[in-house]
């Protein structure tokens, strides 16, 4: 009896895993390309946590005057140089509470070092609340509210430290993103549309046009980069108001970070213009209009997608090198690069080692922005390695 159960039982294992493969096949064959592709994407833990922590940083920026405790230009002369506040929820005798709190921090000047000596003082607790009223902001531009999401009813909170002016490092890093995070992605879109209507144009007439496209991208490229990001930043006015430079910035990283896309372009659609279907577009009359915007083009958008994915952290890093230097964003407005600017001095490096901060943000967003483009270039092209 026992033989029998097991013939009839044991084909019956057998087979399931074979079915439960075929099943999982015919699912797939249902899907969408956007669907296979959001599939694949998803299974790349890395560039979907890199995604996500992408996501909340645009979401913090966005509404920075409501996520930050204080303004950007609020500044307070008795907490110059304010070293971080630790966020703790247990206190100096050992008792625990549930809302996260810092100890109160007073700070005198030294008559000999003529710099703040602060002291915290742990009878004091100045608790952290949630949507707290504090300074003024205009949220995304148009509606003036002066909420915030997390603060203090009574002393100061200063989680990242305060600069030499005594504002708040925290609140001025996530204004500063705005600029730094903004900028990248408009300058990408000045790169991708030159980079792509060159290159198509450059790949699909070849002859004469290709040569002189080809020579211009490397004449633009024999220039060291940095130089040439500087020399065309110097040649700004320097009485141009800050929104001025902000723009004047995006337009020198963009018309010169096209060319790498545009070379990538030429070799694609080099390989493209001779296929059957661009050939019959041809024959049946098409204008090179027609051909180049809506047959090329769009052949080669998963490499330009993919591109700017990758170009966006070179466009981060370009803006912060030039605020850096003194030659990208001017105040009152604010980025990265500019808030770095503070630590270029040994001294003050040392002393206040918090304003190193923004640095951390500029990794953080590079980072994730390279693992996102290296999961779509995984996932859109799979031949790219």
Request: charge should be positive; include cysteine.
């Amino acid at each position: 009896m026992l033989e029998k159960v097991k013939n009839v039982v044991l084909p019956l294992y057998k087979k399931t895993p074979q079915k439960a493969a075929k099943k999982k096949d015919e699912e797939y064959t249902f899907l969408t390309p956007r669907q296979l592709i959001w599939r694949k994407f998803v299974r790349n833990r890395l560039a979907l946590v890199s995604g996500i922590i992408l996501t909340v940083l645009y979401i913090i920026i966005l509404f920075a005057g409501f996520f930050s405790p204080y303004n950007k230009t609020t500044s307070n002369i008795k907490f110059l140089y304010a070293r971080p506040q630790l966020l703790r929820f247990v206190d100096s005798g050992g008792k625990f509470h549930l809302r996260p709190f810092v100890y109160r921090m007073e700070g005198k000047r030294n008559p000999e070092t003529l710099r703040f000596d602060y002291t915290v003082d742990k009878e004091i607790k100045d608790f952290i609340y949630l949507f707290v009223r504090g300074d003024k902001y205009k949220l995304l531009g148009i509606w003036e509210s002066d909420l915030h999401f997390f603060g203090v009813k009574e002393g100061h909170v200063f989680l990242a430290g305060t600069d030499q002016r005594g504002r708040d490092m925290f609140s001025r890093i996530f204004f500063g993103g705005r600029i730094s995070l903004t900028l990248c992605l408009v300058g990408v879109a000045i790169t991708v549309i030159l980079g792509s209507i060159i290159g198509t144009v450059s790949g699909y007439f070849g002859g004469w046009v290709d040569n002189i496209i080809q020579r211009l991208i490397e004449l633009i490229r024999s220039f060291p980069r940095l130089a040439l990001w500087m020399a065309l930043s110097a040649a700004i006015p320097a009485d141009w108001p800050s929104l001025w430079v902000y723009f004047s910035i995006v337009v020198v990283l963009g018309f010169i970070g096209w060319t790498g896309l545009a070379r990538e372009l030429r070799g694609k659609v080099l390989s493209l213009r001779n296929v059957d279907f661009i050939l019959a577009t041809e024959t049946a009359g098409a204008r090179t209009g027609r051909i180049i915007f809506r047959h090329l083009i769009p052949n080669v958008a998963s490499h330009i997608m993919v591109t700017a994915t990758l170009r966006i952290p070179m466009m981060i890093i370009a803006e912060s090198s030039l605020s850096f230097l003194g030659l990208g964003i001017k105040p009152p407005m604010t980025s990265w690069g500019l808030l770095l600017s503070q630590a270029h001095k040994v001294q003050v490096l040392k002393l206040y080692p918090w304003l190193l901060i923004p640095g951390l943000f500029i990794i953080i967003s590079v980072l994730c922005f390279n693992f996102v483009g290296d999961g779509l270039r995984d996932v859109i092209d799979p031949h790219s390695s």
